[in-house]
T-cell receptor, first 114, second 114 residues
């Protein structure tokens, strides 16, 4: 049973426009969420995170929104750049002391076109 | 530069042979993890270790074994008991397993078993 779902396997966005990547979860015990970015043949790199006590966290061009009632989070990238082309994974954890229990989504491949 | 080194990048083995994947970190992180990535799936946790000489099974530990004799090293052995060993294996570390710090990943080892 997939507890973290990224229903869009791919997304194509023009350079300069906004990219919105979505993630849904089913486990109501999740209270910490992270986004990772992955280039081919490399390991994922941490991008941004959000705790369930917040509904928004911003870091430069990247903003994560959390809607707890809908069990939905999204990553906004604005403006999108060609270097943002990668696979983005959403991950979730429940409670403190649970870095070991990160549950990952299946990823969304973002292609930023010129 | 601090980081996580996984070697080799590509590994080929015959069915029935055990194989050990190396993971070394110089980040002085307490916790280390092994994940497996298959096409169209998220990262799945195999084993994790929060401290030297201690490790725990993740979600898909069957057919794998690990050791944590040193803080810097967390090798993964894929045994002949693992039914579908061909996959991309990622090692990760974090400062600790509490407070849900982000994981830092290595660049992975792609294992092919024929």
């Amino acid at each position: 049973d997939q507890q973290v779902k990224q229903n869009s396997p791919s997304l194509s966005v023009q350079e300069g426009r906004i990219s919105i990547l979505n993630c849904d979860y089913t486990n109501s015990m999740f209270d910490y969420f992270l986004w990772y970015k992955k280039y081919p043949a490399e390991g994922p790199t941490f991008l941004i995170s959000i705790s369930s006590i917040k509904d928004k966290n911003e870091d430069g061009r990247f903003t994560v929104f959390l809607n707890k009632s809908a069990k939905h989070l999204s990553l906004h990238i604005v403006p999108s750049q060609p270097g943002d082309s990668a696979v983005y994974f959403c991950a979730a954890a429940e409670g403190t002391g649970t870095a070991s229990k990160l549950t990952f989504g299946t990823g969304t491949r973002l292609q930023v076109t010129l | 530069d601090g980081g996580i080194t996984q070697s080799p990048k590509y590994l080929f083995r015959k069915e029935g042979q055990n194989v050990t994947l190396s993971c070394e970190q110089n980040l002085n992180h307490d916790a280390m993890y092994w994940y497996r990535q298959d096409p169209g799936q998220g990262l799945r946790l195999i084993y994790y270790s929060q401290i030297v000489n201690d490790f725990q099974k993740g979600d898909i530990a069957e057919g794998y074994s690990v050791s944590r004799e040193k803080k810097e090293s967390f090798p993964l052995t894929v045994t002949s008991a693992q039914k579908n060993p061909t996959a991309f294996y990622l090692c990760a570390s974090s400062r600790g397993a509490t407070g849900t710090p982000p994981l830092h990943f290595g660049n992975g080892t792609r294992l092919t078993v024929t």
